[in-house]
């Protein structure tokens, strides 16, 4: 079955940065469009970063452009998250998800088939 596990979250103090991995499996992953996520306590599900199967296309939610960069490896099947200048506010648990169809819009959650388990990312002011 499809597993995707992020790994590469921990605790950093504001304007450092972090890159944290998804790894896929079960899944022939060059077919899929990739997202991150993150949910912070007692808040919804927020898209910040979605990438194309080829990776030649990416989006941005606006709290994260400049400072937040997605990429994949194909052929290594791995979606990364390259997060610079981080803040208090980027705390969260950060989720990576497989989008189940490209006609489908990447910022909703219910729009993505497979979840990871999240990855905690704490940032200390």
Request: aromatic share 10%; proline share 3%.
């Given at each position: 079955?499809?597993?995707?596990?992020?790994?590469?979250?921990?605790?950093?103090?504001?304007?450092?940065?972090?890159?944290?991995?998804?790894?896929?499996?079960?899944?022939?992953?060059?077919s899929y469009a990739m997202s991150w996520f993150r949910q912070a306590p007692e808040k919804a599900r927020e898209f910040i970063a979605h990438i194309s199967r080829s990776g030649g296309n990416?989006?941005?939610?606006?709290?994260?452009?400049?400072?937040?960069?997605?990429?994949?490896?194909?052929?290594?099947?791995?979606?990364?998250?390259?997060?610079?200048?981080?803040?208090?506010?980027?705390?969260?648990?950060?989720?990576?998800?497989?989008?189940?169809?490209?006609?489908?819009?990447?910022?909703?959650?219910?729009?993505?088939?497979?979840?990871?388990?999240?990855?905690?990312?704490?940032?200390?002011?």
């Amino acid at each position: 079955q499809v597993q995707l596990v992020e790994s590469g979250g921990g605790s950093v103090q504001a304007g450092g940065s972090l890159k944290l991995s998804c790894a896929a499996s079960g899944l022939t992953f060059s077919s899929y469009a990739m997202s991150w996520f993150r949910q912070a306590p007692e808040k919804a599900r927020e898209f910040i970063a979605h990438i194309s199967r080829s990776g030649g296309n990416t989006h941005y939610a606006d709290s994260v452009k400049g400072r937040f960069t997605i990429s994949r490896d194909n052929a290594k099947n791995t979606v990364f998250l390259q997060m610079n200048s981080l803040n208090p506010e980027d705390t969260a648990v950060y989720y990576c998800a497989a989008l189940r169809s490209p006609l489908l819009g990447y910022g909703s959650p219910t729009n993505y088939g497979s979840w990871g388990q999240g990855t905690q990312v704490t940032v200390s002011s």
